[in-house]
């Protein structure tokens, strides 16, 4: 026999037992990448999402660095975890499950796309029985409970919308001084995690929301981020210190006469959404809400740096702790890319990876 033919008939690779693997279904919505663990994974211990993200931090993290990082991943590679959803007393109110949000710099509180990804994979991969029309999922974040709805048309995800956690404006019209950049205008506001959001139009800088600029954006949105953070003791949940610190920058512009806009954000270590971030887009709606620019029944259409486009909307008015706040609605569609068995050799010297931007 030919080593060709040896080639053709050796398709196997057979695994070493002191090697980890780890199986995942890789996907994209709008074009931002989520690497969806289902094999593989560490016990976890504790009745909460917020528990098993803590648990993942302090003690697996290097899981996250390998599959995240190079030469696995990338820098602007994005991944989840499923739990067990939250402990509760009364059954009719607990979750599906659970999810844990990772990428380069950590762990995330809340991702609108990994949210839209996830919840198509569930009926692909047959883990609710999916009937014709409207599926809903409880899904437990870390920043608490997604509803997310499933359409389905003749057996075939066409879209999924969901409503976000209670989402609300902390500042507007906010002025920082950035490095490079001078005075930055900017409006701070959380939708499962805080954004510092900043509006082209009432800023002048020497770039924009194209891809040629995608550089500039990286260095300028973490510039941002990391005056924010220095200048604004503002960034805090009402109820959960683990969600109170500043997630990233968008930039944005807006078209309110035609309900149309289009933002980047930057956030985790300069990574860049290749979506029009969900959370964000979460967030967009509270402060549109305050400004009175969008209404009840309206629908403003966001689209991404590579021209992907969510739909948000407002579910309802409410009061969360101090704050005046809105449920948003964000629609978008996802779809699979691939199966992975990585492994991760014991001997290997670059087995948790590294990052190059």
């Not at 919840?119 to 409970?145: F, H, Y």
Request: with cysteine; net charge negative; hydrophobic share 35%.
């Amino acid at each position: 026999m030919s080593i060709y033919d040896r080639i053709k008939s050796h398709t196997q690779l057979s695994v070493p037992s002191d090697y980890v693997k780890v199986d995942t279904i890789d996907m994209h919505t709008g074009g931002e990448p989520l690497r969806v663990v289902v094999g593989g994974m560490p016990v976890l211990e504790g009745d909460n999402v917020l528990a098993h993200r803590r648990q993942l931090k302090d003690h697996h993290d290097h899981l996250r660095k390998a599959l995240m990082y190079e030469p696995r991943g990338h820098a602007d590679m994005y991944g989840c975890y499923l739990t067990p959803p939250n402990a509760t007393e009364q059954n009719d109110e607990r979750g599906d499950f659970g999810i844990v949000f990772m990428h380069n710099d950590g762990y995330s509180t809340m991702c609108g796309h990994a949210i839209i990804a996830i919840s198509t994979l569930a009926v692909q991969m047959n883990w609710i029985e999916a009937v014709e029309g409207e599926n809903k999922l409880k899904i437990d974040a870390p920043c608490g409970r997604i509803d997310s709805y499933v359409q389905v048309e003749e057996g075939k995800v066409v879209g999924v919308r969901f409503h976000g956690v209670p989402s609300f404006v902390i500042d507007l019209d906010q002025s920082v001084v950035v490095a490079g950049l001078g005075a930055v205008t900017y409006d701070l506001a959380y939708g499962g995690a805080f954004y510092a959001y900043v509006d082209m139009g009432k800023n002048n800088f020497n770039f924009d929301l194209s891809k040629k600029s995608y550089q500039r954006l990286i260095s300028a949105g973490m510039e941002i981020k990391r005056a924010v953070i220095e200048e604004n003791d503002n960034i805090n949940h009402p109820f959960e210190e683990d969600l109170s610190f500043l997630y990233g920058t968008i930039f944005l512009q807006t078209d309110l006469s035609n309900l149309e806009s289009k933002n980047v954000c930057v956030f985790a270590e300069g990574e860049v959404d290749r979506c029009p971030t969900g959370s964000g887009v979460s967030g967009r709606m509270a402060i549109h809400r305050a400004r009175r620019e969008v209404d009840f029944k309206q629908f403003l259409e966001v689209e991404s740096i590579v021209g992907s486009k969510f739909k948000g909307s407002l579910v309802k008015d409410l009061i969360y702790g101090p704050h005046q706040a809105v449920v948003p609605q964000v629609e978008g569609t996802a779809y699979v890319t691939g199966r992975h068995a990585f492994l991760i050799d014991p001997d290997d010297p670059l087995r948790e990876g590294f990052l190059f931007r």
